[in-house]
């Protein structure tokens, strides 16, 4: 069973850049389709985008639209999430989500889930 698990979050200050690596554990050869979320403090889990396994993505979030890039490495069963010019209210926990690929990548729901990483953006 695959296991998505982020890393790269941390405190940085605002206008700053980050890169989220979302690493597939245990995917093997299976192609999922991958999403990123977010939930700022007290508030509900928001979609940013999800990319196929081929590398085609999703609209973005109205929120992140312009600021934000989801890409992927298929060889090393790795999804990016590559954000710039933050602002204070990209803080958050961003989390990762896998489903198989052969599933609506347009449908909301996800089968797999990462614990998530804090990205504290200070002013």
């Known amino acids: 069973q695959v296991r998505p698990v982020e890393f790269g979050g941390g405190l940085v200050q605002a206008g700053d850049s980050r890169r989220l690596s979302c690493v597939l554990a245990?995917?093997?050869?299976?192609?999922?389709?991958v999403a990123w979320l977010r939930q700022p403090p007290g508030n509900e889990r928001e979609f940013l985008v999800a990319?196929?396994?081929?590398?085609?993505?999703?609209a973005y979030a109205d929120s992140v639209k312009g600021r934000f890039t989801i890409s992927r490495d298929n060889e090393k069963n790795t999804v990016f999430l590559q954000m710039d010019s933050l602002v204070p209210e990209d803080t958050a926990v961003y989390y990762c989500?896998?489903?198989?690929?052969?599933?609506?990548?347009?449908?909301?729901?996800?089968?797999?889930w990462g614990r998530g990483t804090q990205v504290t953006v200070s002013a």
């Open positions: 989500a896998a489903k198989p690929a052969d599933k609506d990548f347009r449908a909301p729901t996800y089968d797999y």
């Open positions: 245990e995917a093997g050869s299976t192609p999922y389709t």
């Open positions: 990319i196929t396994w081929a590398g085609v993505a999703t």
